[in-house]
Nanobody, 124 residues
């Protein structure tokens, strides 16, 4: 069964860190570009970061550059999003997704399979 499952979300104070994980089952991640996206209440879903099939290339939204790091471990069939210096405006549901066409255009229109999401709340 083709499935993506995010984990690692939670409540964190401003300036804190979280590490999100995306576990794939039923298929091999290594053939897919992986993206992390987020959606805050009342806002459209936006791209956070994307990483190429072998991890050689990564893209980040300007709002998270220098604070977030995307990575992948194809041997473990997992991807990660390390988030540091978190701000209240990072509060959102975070989704991982894969692109079967291995696009490096980090936009949700190119991603065709999605996880259920994990809530990240940054608040004091």
């Amino acid at each position: 069964q083709f499935q993506l499952a995010e984990s690692g979300g939670g409540l964190v104070q401003p300036g804190g860190s979280l590490r999100l994980s995306c576990a794939a089952s039923g298929f091999t991640l290594e053939r897919y570009t992986i993206g992390w996206f987020r959606q805050a209440p009342g806002k459209e879903r936006e791209a956070v970061s994307c990483i190429s099939t072998r991890g050689a290339s990564a893209a980040y939204a300007d709002s998270v550059k220098g604070r977030f790091t995307i990575s992948r471990d194809n041997a473990k069939n997992r991807a990660y999003l390390q988030m540091s210096s978190l701000k209240p405006e990072d509060t959102a549901i975070y989704y991982c997704a894969v692109s079967s066409i291995a696009t490096m255009i980090c936009h949700d229109s190119g991603f065709d399979s999605w996880g259920q999401g994990t809530q990240v709340t940054v608040s004091s």
